[in-house]
């Protein structure tokens, strides 16, 4: 029998899930478990604990984080104030986490900068010091030991084929009748990674650097297929830095402590370069193989670089425009 | 609107009872749903590394599972064009199942895009105005809409239809016929953009080519009426659903034609790659002959070539493809050999190797396969259950009383 | 049929209309991609260049550097002598180097083995003045003072002083904006032995070796 005021609020025909509604609540069941677990737990206890008499206000001001943090827009769309709210919750979510503190900053690009990098490939010798500098730096997992960095040791005579190369040596460098190249993000110009991702996580910004917003990554990994330089990680697990080799020195864009299921990847120390200073592998390699600087200005060591010596790119051919040269002696 | 109530509710009814059969297939199709949603929950709670992928090959099982599914729900219109565009009334009583299975195949799709995801709980990020949707720029973003619009249109038209027949009235064609039309034309856009996700990427010169997209077509509407076809077979079987020995047959044409074009473009590929290789045919080597010693999709995606070629000579024979038996098993290895050479014959050989050659190869894990064979599951019940409703309505079983 | 004909009409049109509006998108990002060429951006971005706003001057605060000018070019260097434990050495040796050179006589600096060219071509006295340990000489015999020992260097190696000078060789302390302070040839050489040690790298990834399996 028809019963009038049990009548479901019928949305049905206009709405795109009228389906839902309509036909298998079961199965409603089980797809929102299977895709909003994680997000609507937390969510759900965060707004308990935010809403609870009894809970303290300790734990009502780290659920209001939470909550905010969840909420929060692409960092690209923020305001000033915005930003700044959100450092403010990160250092604060973190000190309550470990009792240490960090110090996040937001700041923006140098006015009048543009970022580049050259490789001198004859200078390389494989040491790998700027592999370590640039995991100390930027706080990478050290579980699955991810590098940004890959120094691909290849045998002199056959060229730059790469598939002949090995980045994963372990022997007395330089090796005898090899030569060394390092790869990394070359923070491209026209980068095939930003055009793809569906929620404009990752973008560049107007000092060149090509970064990421790790809360606003869904994790879908289009990037990591679309760049053809081997430049971004994905955080298979939740990444584990061991305390007192965290960094505190931190930007919101770059060293900050990321979380599973987001990308990552060089952003040319973004946390150093803003600052005025080399970033970890500049700083660390022993040889002067590395050159960090600023494009637009006419009297740079990157300038007399690009202008002075023999400089190619990697995979010209593709039109991806990277900002990393290699050049040689 | 009392009628979509009485129509959940006799659903829900017809749903809930049957046979015992459909019972123990009901059971067992739950069961491994919540084996799937176990194997997820871990996923979720330990993170992606718990599946086979790593940075050498950031897509697996998902997402060839996600392609191939795209192709199956695109090929429901195969059905729905000749019988309302071109009013070829054979195909009319298979329309609401093929639309059935588009429906249960997009689910699908969208559940399998969701267990790849690393931040599923982000997933509000894509909507635009809650977040930001990179469109036109990002394959993803048309995608996502493309698919979610397919979804919407093959809901809501066979709903339409389906209520009408519900009430015992007859749906109006000027509601249902333009809907129809786009259905058609949508249908071939869901597939080429998912191709042209894979086709964009210049980093990836194993999908980098312009035979993709069209071969995705090819494969789709192979692989899906084939499926169509199985289904069929199992409703003459099991419901007194009238199809009509002439319905599967003209379907099997659609398969036949499909299959061999489909045969054309991969003996096109494997010119392209094999007659002067270059440093791009590396990915085809791989798979069909391994490299540097490592060779484990080899097998697989021999067999699936033999399946197919096997499958397409049967069907191209009208003696045999006429036989339902040896249609049935011909179907059956088409769509098996097209799931491989579509899935992760397709995908994971487009990471190998990687951008500085480097080899990483890639076995799935348990856990994923168990939430592969979850989700699944999970496509069939919703499409046992539409069927149901589906069939009930039409044998006049299911009737809106007042 | 009427009806049907006209939406199949109306069909072409958006059809059209879609394909047009595709079109569209794609030519658009063509345009883009040339605009985004290095190149481009550079010519663009040097039009209105007018310094950065951060200076080398904070991170290289308490390093001593003094300037030097290279043709048309002024740049900060390290200084040397500031380093050098006991400069000027002759507050305490008062023995001309030749001396000093000879087996038994040597008491300091006993241990340097000069391991730079041959032979031949160099030997202590080369570089330093035999009767004035502060002061190293050309080849000419120019006064090259310890804080200048660049000009020695570039003597010889005439392309990679060039490039120093440029900064394609060595490297810049701590900071990539101006003024600019560079590391001088002894920062990284050692004179009397300049090449680079053979050693084992910094690090082995084993993960890399599971994943690759």
């Known amino acids: ?329 | ?402 | 049929m009427v009806i049907l004909q006209e939406l199949k009409l109306r069909l072409m049109k958006t059809k059209l209309i879609l394909f047009a509006f595709i079109l569209g998108v794609i030519a658009c990002q063509h345009d883009d991609h040339h605009a985004n060429s290095v190149s481009n951006q550079i010519k663009e971005g040097e039009k209105h260049y007018d310094g950065v706003s951060v200076s080398s001057e904070d991170l290289t605060e308490g390093i001593k550097t003094h300037e030097v000018e290279i043709g048309e070019r002024k740049f900060h260097i390290r200084e040397r002598e500031s380093q050098i434990k006991s400069f000027p050495c002759s507050g305490c040796h008062t023995s001309p180097v030749n001396q000093i050179q000879t087996e038994g006589e040597q008491k300091a600096h006993w241990d340097i083995k000069l391991d730079h060219a041959s032979e031949d071509v160099m030997n202590c006295m080369t570089c330093h003045t035999d009767d004035n340990m502060d002061i190293l000489h050309s080849g000419t015999g120019k006064e090259i003072k310890f804080n200048d020992s660049y000009k020695l260097c570039g003597q010889c190696h005439s392309p990679q002083y060039k490039d120093w000078q440029g900064g394609a060789h060595g490297k810049q302390v701590k900071s990539w904006a101006p003024p600019r302070v560079s590391n001088t040839c002894t920062s990284c050489h050692n004179p009397h032995k300049p090449g680079f040690e053979s050693r084992w790298p910094s690090r082995y990834n084993t993960q890399k070796v599971e994943e690759r399996k």
């Open chain 2, 1 to 402: 609107m009392s009628a979509i109530v009485k129509l959940v509710k006799d659903s829900l009814d017809v749903t809930t009872h049957g046979t015992r059969p459909y019972h123990i297939w009901m059971a067992f199709l739950t069961f491994v749903m919540l084996v799937g949603m176990y194997c997820y929950s871990i996923q979720v709670s330990e993170g992606l590394q718990v599946t086979g992928m790593s940075d050498g090959v950031s897509w697996g099982l998902y997402i060839s599972n996600f392609t191939f599914l795209v192709g199956v729900a695109a090929a429901a219109v195969m059905l729905v064009l000749p019988t309302y565009v071109l009013k070829d009334m054979d195909f009319a009583q298979a329309v609401l199942i093929g639309e059935g299975l588009a429906v249960a195949a997009l689910l699908m799709c969208l559940a399998f895009v969701i267990a790849d995801m690393g931040g599923p709980a982000r997933l509000w990020h894509m909507i635009p105005g809650l977040g930001i949707l990179n469109f036109p720029s990002s394959m993803l973003a048309w995608d996502m809409i493309v698919l979610n619009g397919y979804l919407f249109i093959n809901i809501s038209i066979p709903f339409y239809i389906l209520i009408s027949r519900y009430q015992g009235k007859k749906p109006n064609p000027k509601i249902y016929i333009p809907g129809v039309i786009i259905s058609v034309f949508w249908a071939v856009g869901i597939h080429m953009v998912t191709a042209f996700l894979y086709q964009g990427l210049p980093s990836r010169p194993f999908w980098n080519n312009a035979l993709l997209g069209p071969r995705f077509l090819a494969s789709a509407f192979a692989a899906g009426p084939a499926l169509i076809i199985l289904v069929l077979a199992i409703i003459r079987r099991w419901t007194k659903f009238p199809i009509t020995e002439q319905t599967i047959k003209k379907i099997s044409m659609i398969v036949t034609v499909a299959a061999q074009i489909n045969l054309i473009m991969l003996f096109s590929e494997l010119f392209k790659e094999f007659y002067a290789p270059t440093h791009h045919s590396e990915s085809a080597v791989y798979l069909f002959f391994g490299l540097k010693g490592k060779a484990a999709l080899v097998p697989w995606i021999w067999t699936a070539i033999s399946m197919n070629i096997t499958a397409t000579v049967i069907l191209t024979y009208h003696k045999w493809r006429n036989n339902l038996t040896l249609l049935y098993i011909a179907c059956g290895l088409l769509f098996a050999g097209i799931w491989v050479e579509k899935g992760f014959g397709l995908i994971v050989p487009g990471f190998i190797p990687g951008p500085y050659g480097q080899i990483t190869e890639y076995l799935p894990t348990q856990i994923e396969v168990g939430v592969t064979i979850g989700i699944w599951a999970m496509g069939a019940f919703i499409f046992t259950i539409l069927a149901r409703v589906g069939i009930k309505i039409e044998l006049g079983e299911m009737k809106y009383k007042k």
């Open chain 1, 1 to 329: 029998m028809e019963n009038e005021e049990n009548k479901k609020p019928v949305a049905g025909r206009e709405k795109k899930d009228g389906y839902h509604q309509v036909f298998n609540l079961e199965m409603d069941r089980r797809s929102a478990l299977k895709r909003f677990a994680g997000g609507l737990f937390s969510a759900t206890a965060a707004v308990t604990t935010a809403c609870s008499v009894t809970a303290s206000d300790e734990k009502k001001e780290k659920s209001n984080m939470d909550w905010d943090e969840y909420f929060k827009g692409n960092y690209k769309e923020m305001t000033k104030d915005e930003r700044l709210a959100t450092v403010d919750r990160l250092e604060k979510m973190y000190t309550e986490r470990t009792g240490k503190n960090v110090n996040i900053s937001e700041k923006g690009e140098v006015e009048n900068t543009l970022f580049g990098y050259a490789f001198n490939v004859s200078k390389c010798q494989g040491y790998m010091d700027c592999v370590t500098a640039c995991v100390t730096e930027n706080n990478q997992d050290r579980d699955s030991e991810m590098q940004y960095i890959r120094i691909h040791e290849i045998e002199d005579g056959k060229g730059f084929q790469f598939n002949e190369a090995d980045d994963n040596y372990y022997h007395e460098v330089p090796n005898e009748g090899h030569f060394y190249m390092g790869t990394q993000c070359f923070h491209c110009e026209d980068a095939p990674c930003t055009k793809v991702c569906p929620v404009e996580a990752t973008w560049q910004e107007e000092d060149g650097i090509v970064v990421i917003d790790y809360d606003w990554c869904i994790g879908c990994r289009y990037c990591m297929a679309a760049c053809p330089y081997d430049g971004r990680r994905f955080n298979w697990t939740q990444p584990h830095v061991p305390e007192e080799e965290v960094n505190t020195d931190q930007h919101y864009l770059g060293n900050r402590l990321r979380k599973k299921g987001v990308m990552e990847k060089c952003t040319f120390c973004i946390q150093r370069s803003r600052e005025g200073q080399n970033p970890a592998c500049v700083e660390a390699c022993p040889t002067g193989a590395r050159t960090f600087g600023n494009l637009l200005d006419p009297n740079s060591e990157l300038r007399y670089i690009l202008e002075n010596k023999k400089v190619f790119r990697l995979k010209e051919d593709l039109g991806t425009e990277p900002k990393f040269w290699y050049y040689t002696d």
